[in-house]
């Protein structure tokens, strides 16, 4: 397997980019790490006139605290957000999601930015953004905007990205210093797409019920899925058996009637969705106490 | 294109500088060309294999300024101004082994070899990170790579060997 021919070019200016892209549109591509776009030019799944490779530009090289979320831009390599001190300390749902993602030698080549730009239903990063209600910037010759995670993905392997347009930065937003979170996903092999994963991010209020929740789903749809369903199912609660029995009943019915392939009956995926609900949703509850007990 | 006589432009190949396993080559390369093919084709280094170039199997497994990567999900463009090891970079100067080529031997590791080479770069890399990985560690470790013969037992076998040996040459050497 052979890529097909192309055009190449790794312009070191951002401006630069986006000269070029808005030049060739829909002829082009655009390469960062490469670990999702090589495969699909190995295929000759993806047939680019152009290719626009985006590493050299070093202004896109960064991961940065903001206030309300952490930005990473569209250079960095999930091994790099991975073993940020800063990610460690202050984002470790990121680091724990970032962990299941392929391998390691995937991770040192593969973004945090192309996973959310390839969308990939199944894929961590997009579900972890979205249930964070984190944004995506999107820049062009004509300037920036900002999408919210659930405005970007529009569907399966898509996104709001326009021809000419290049996805610069994410933004995962902060958690509360008091919540608990928890991120667990089935997987045949290591290393594998996940069948289904599930992330929480639950907020305790001071009576210590669940005042916030944020719960996010891979693999169950075409698209990353934020749940609110479930999140108000435990809002307001204590996460007694009884109500994350109830939660996972609601999430298992989010499985899209579709999501039957080889790997997996729709059957079978949503009673891994009510099973891993319940574990995740524990976990998360679980790892709150322990930061109320170490405070 | 006129105006944009100032950008960089679009080529179908271009020259490339970069270093393999100590040596200096700059070459002329299509666009398309895989770093995989580069290696193989190009400068004749076939020990990297390549399995199903698409990134799953990792045979054609590489050190690219020293982290493991799949030669197989890169261009050969992309790696200008880098430095690559190879399997064939791994043994010393007198073509004596590695310590975890040897340690490969001793614990009969392989069995056809077609999986080796990429097992031994990602295990390098591995150890050169972790020094003294759990069993579950090294198991992970080699999650990347797959092999359809030992089963891996002597595998992590040979991984557990192998450290040991690098740990004592680095206490030696301190």
Redesign the interface.
């Known amino acids: ?12 200016v951002l401006d ?1 980019a986006l ?2 892209l808005d ?1 060739h549109k829909d002829d082009c591509k655009v ?1 960062a790490g ?2 999702s776009l ?2 699909l ?3 000759r799944l993806a047939n680019p006139a ?2 626009i ?1 985006i ?1 050299h530009i070093a202004e896109l090289h960064y991961i940065e605290a903001e206030d309300g979320y952490l930005a990473v831009g569209a250079t960095v390599r999930q ?1 790099q957000v991975e073993h940020a001190l800063l990610v460690q300390e202050q984002h470790p749902i990121l680091r724990e999601v970032i962990k299941h993602i ?5 991770r ?2 593969g973004t945090v930015v192309g996973s959310i730009a390839h969308a990939d239903p199944a894929a961590e990063l997009p579900a972890l953004l979205t249930c964070l209600n984190g944004e995506v910037i999107i820049a062009s010759v004509q300037g920036e905007r900002v999408l919210k995670a659930e405005e970007f993905f529009t569907g399966y392997l898509s996104t709001a990205i326009e021809p000419g347009e290049l996805v610069t930065e994410v933004r995962f937003p902060w958690m509360a210093p008091q919540a608990g979170w928890a991120f667990l996903e089935c997987a045949r ?3 594998d797409y996940a069948l289904v994963g599930v992330i929480a991010v639950l907020t305790p209020a001071l009576n210590d019920t669940c005042m916030d929740a944020h719960i996010g789903y891979l693999g169950i749809a075409g698209q990353p899925l934020r749940a609110r369903a479930v999140e108000n199912a435990i809002i307001g609660s204590r996460l007694d058996e009884q109500v994350v029995s109830r939660a996972a009943e609601i999430a298992a019915n989010l499985v899209t009637d579709d999501m039957e392939d080889v790997h997996a009956t729709v059957a079978y995926r949503r009673a891994l969705t009510s099973e891993y609900t319940k574990r995740t949703l524990k976990a998360a509850w679980e790892r709150r106490e322990q930061r109320k007990g170490t405070a | 294109m006129q105006e944009h006589n100032l950008f960089p432009t679009f080529s179908e190949e271009s020259l490339i500088a970069l270093t393999v396993n100590g040596s200096h080559y700059e070459k002329l390369v299509p666009a398309r060309l895989l770093l995989s093919d580069f290696l193989r084709h190009d400068l004749r280094l076939t020990g990297t294999h390549v399995g199903c170039e698409h990134g799953v199997c990792g045979c054609c497994t590489v050190l690219l300024n020293g982290e493991a990567v799949r030669a197989c999900l890169m261009l050969a463009v992309q790696a200008d101004g880098m430095a690559i090891t190879t399997i064939e970079g791994m043994a010393g100067t007198n073509s004596e082994l590695h310590p975890i080529q040897q340690a490969f031997l001793e614990k009969h590791g392989l069995q056809c070899g077609f999986c080796t080479p990429g097992i031994i770069i990602s295990v390098h890399a591995m150890l050169h990170e972790n020094p003294d990985p759990t069993e579950e560690e090294i198991r992970h470790g080699l999650s990347g790579n797959l092999c359809r013969c030992t089963g891996y037992q002597n595998i992590v076998e040979a991984v557990k060997l192998a450290a040991e040996r690098l740990r004592a040459a680095q206490k030696e050497e301190d």
């Open positions: 397997m052979k890529p097909p021919r192309f055009q190449y070019c790794a312009p070191r630069e000269a070029l030049l390469l490469g670990q090589i495969p030019l190995n295929m152009y290719v490779d590493n091994r392929g391998h390691m030698q995937i040192n080549r092999r290591s290393g």
